[in-house]
């Protein structure tokens, strides 16, 4: 089980908070505010109030017996700063942060963070891949150029099988998945028969897929 520690218990550390225990990890939570602790308790393996900027308080938490370090202080630009500094220079084996904009995310990076997420970002690319194009019903990133779309079957692909469309040649596109009838195969050969009420798991460029999927 891995243990983290999780500084800031804003809404977006909150709800961190919630989701690191549904997945039963040991999460040690911290920020300056006593009611936000206390609301988080029930939530967390423990708790405390305290300044993630003060390198004694920080010391005090033993950061270096964490698997993971969360800083989710993202509205604080220096503070999100110091801490992230403070937790690598106190040995942290992994530090990840939250930021609020580009500019942001490369101080995080040159101040130690190992890795960074931009959720306001991250979020406006989701919704506008999301709900501006009509096949595609989700997404998930890999990298600036790849992610894997969750599109629904064209009608004229209706009853044809994935070797007859020939996406892999044909489109760029890999076949993972298969979704139907509240139902998901991964298992996808050549013979696997689609149907215009199934949605198909793609990995490829969005490029590739507005081509292939007329978008």
Same mark, same amino acid.
């Given at each position: 089980?891995?243990?983290?520690?999780?500084?800031?218990?804003?809404?977006?550390? %909150?709800?961190?908070?919630?989701?690191? &225990?549904?997945?039963?990890?040991?999460?040690?939570?911290?920020?300056?505010?006593?009611?936000?602790? &206390?609301?988080?308790?029930?939530?967390?393996?423990?708790?405390?109030?305290?300044?993630?900027?003060? @390198?004694?308080?920080? /010391? *005090?938490?033993?950061?270096?017996? $964490?698997?993971?370090?969360?800083?989710?202080?993202?509205?604080?630009?220096? /503070? *999100?700063?110091?801490?992230?500094?403070?937790?690598?220079?106190?040995?942290?084996?992994?530090?990840?942060? %939250?930021?609020?904009?580009?500019?942001?995310?490369?101080?995080?990076?040159? &101040?130690? #963070?190992?890795?960074?997420? $931009?959720?306001?970002?991250?979020?406006?690319?989701?919704?506008?891949?999301?709900? #501006? #194009?009509?096949?595609?019903?989700?997404?998930?990133?890999?990298?600036? @150029? $790849?992610?894997?779309? +969750?599109?629904?079957?064209?009608?004229?692909?209706?009853?044809?099988?994935?070797? *007859?469309? +020939?996406?892999?040649?044909?489109?760029?596109?890999?076949?993972?998945?298969?979704?139907?009838?509240?139902?998901?195969?991964?298992?996808?050969?050549?013979?696997?028969?689609?149907?215009? &009420?199934?949605?198909?798991?793609?990995?490829?460029?969005?490029?590739?897929?507005?081509?292939?999927?007329?978008?």
């Amino acid at each position: 089980m891995k243990s983290v520690l999780l500084i800031g218990l804003g809404r977006f550390g %909150r709800n961190m908070a919630e989701k690191l &225990n549904e997945l039963n990890y040991e999460v040690m939570a911290v920020d300056r505010e006593e009611q936000k602790v &206390n609301d988080a308790l029930p939530l967390v393996t423990d708790a405390q109030i305290g300044d993630a900027t003060n @390198e004694a308080f920080l /010391s *005090s938490l033993g950061v270096d017996n $964490y698997d993971l370090c969360f800083v989710t202080i993202a509205a604080d630009f220096q /503070s *999100s700063l110091v801490a992230t500094a403070l937790l690598k220079d106190l040995g942290a084996k992994r530090v990840i942060a %939250r930021a609020s904009s580009e500019v942001h995310k490369k101080f995080l990076l040159r &101040n130690g #963070a190992d890795d960074v997420f $931009y959720p306001a970002k991250q979020v406006a690319d989701w919704a506008v891949i999301r709900f #501006a #194009a009509d096949h595609v019903l989700d997404y998930i990133a890999l990298d600036s @150029e $790849y992610a894997i779309y +969750d599109v629904s079957v064209p009608e004229e692909w209706d009853g044809k099988t994935v070797g *007859s469309l +020939d996406i892999r040649k044909r489109h760029n596109l890999n076949v993972l998945a298969v979704r139907g009838g509240g139902a998901s195969s991964m298992v996808v050969s050549s013979d696997t028969v689609l149907h215009a &009420n199934q949605t198909i798991l793609v990995l490829g460029t969005w490029k590739d897929v507005q081509k292939c999927f007329k978008i």
